[in-house]
């Protein structure tokens, strides 16, 4: 027979590790912990792998794509925008049940999200990234 004391302590113990395994699975998932990514034309830290890294208008861009199960409503793929080494712009695709789900490739501006595009159906990783370069080449004629 053991002790009372011997048991608390194992059920404390045992808390401990599941709380501790809990909170390590949310940093794996969600980023938390975040990573050194050593791309092609960037290094930078991450929260995690990106998909891809390309270059376009002068831009440095990598994309994400949420991790797990593609969610109903929320973020689906993110764009971080790097100009001489530095994180300047992030653009998400979000899924939002506006009357139907909709997709909008959209940037926080301050207090102010701006829509760059929308999509009816669920677009692809391609279709988006080749949206997101529209976006990016009509700006870049724009300020000629």
Known sequence: MRAEGTDRAQDIMKVFLAVAFVLGVGFVIFGCGGMKY????????????????????????????????RPEEGEIYKFWLFKNGKKQREIV?????????????????????KTHASFIAPPTYEAVKERLKAV???????RQ
């Open 38 to 69: 050593h791309g092609k034309y960037i290094t930078t830290t991450v929260p995690y792998e990106p998909i891809d890294e390309f270059k376009h208008e002068g831009w440095v861009i990598l994309a994400f794509e949420h991790p797990g199960k």
């Open 93 to 113: 695709l979000n899924a939002k049940i506006v009357g139907t789900r909709k997709f909008f490739l959209q940037e926080q501006i301050g207090d102010v999200v």
């Open 136 to 142: 990016l080449s009509a700006e870049a004629k724009h």
